[in-house]
T-cell receptor, first 109, second 115 residues
């Protein structure tokens, strides 16, 4: 199964950019990178996805390296409400995806 | 927010009893999923459905069965609950085009305790 590697936890000061890395060295050419987050005990929430170009939406930016083996999710101005567990997944071109343990981001006042 | 509800939201049951959890969607999405979440394990896929009466196993399907008789409902059944099935269960839905993956939308979760 496709696997991603993320740091277990990170801290970020409120108002600063949060940069969350993800390694997906087994990703193949037609697989996307997806990011989700889970705030406290709520269900995960979709954030953004990309194939090989950088992407931006109202929530975040996604930077994918040229070799596509890693990516970085950027929250440009982190707030306390961004404290959550962030999951990076690589799709198998199919629906059978499983989430890892993610990165626990703590935004500090 | 995507129209996904789960019922019940909380349940306490005894070992050996059958339990059914329900996921209901109002989005008419093709794919539906059941995950469980335990400390240290993240979200693990139990079963998913790619259409009415079409289901497949995930990575932790032992001890669970599912059914989907209508597009909007996906049921997860624990035939004989065990303490190891104490967990938080999340339902998710997604649209699809062919076999491509599209973003999933998650329900609020069901907290199940097996005593």
């Amino acid at each position: 199964d496709a696997k991603t590697t993320q740091p277990t936890s990170m801290d970020c000061a409120e108002g600063r950019a949060a940069n969350l890395p993800c390694n997906h060295s087994t990703i193949s050419g037609n697989e996307y990178v997806y990011w989700y987050r889970q705030i406290h005990s709520q269900g995960p929430q979709y954030i953004i996805h990309g194939l090989k170009n950088n992407e931006t939406n109202e929530m975040a930016s996604l930077i994918i390296t040229e070799d596509r083996k890693s990516s970085t999710l950027i929250l440009p101005h982190a707030t306390l409400r961004d404290t959550a567990v962030y999951y990076c997944i690589e799709t198998g071109g199919y629906q059978k995806v499983t989430f890892g343990t993610g990165t626990k981001l703590q935004v500090i006042p | 927010d995507a129209g996904i509800t789960q019922s019940p939201r909380h349940k306490v049951t005894e070992t050996g009893t059958p339990v059914t959890l329900r996921c209901h969607q109002t989005e008419n999405h093709r794919y539906m999923y059941w995950y469980r979440q335990d400390p240290g394990h993240g979200l693990r896929l139990i079963h998913y459905s790619y259409g009415v009466k079409d289901t497949d196993k995930g990575e932790v399907s032992d001890g669970y069965s599912v059914s989907r008789s209508k597009t909007e409902d996906f049921l997860l059944t624990l035939e004989s609950a065990t303490s190891s099935q104490t967990s938080v269960y999340f339902c998710a839905i997604s649209e699809s085009v062919g076999s491509a993956y599209y973003e999933q939308y998650f329900g609020p979760g069901t907290r199940l305790t097996v005593t």
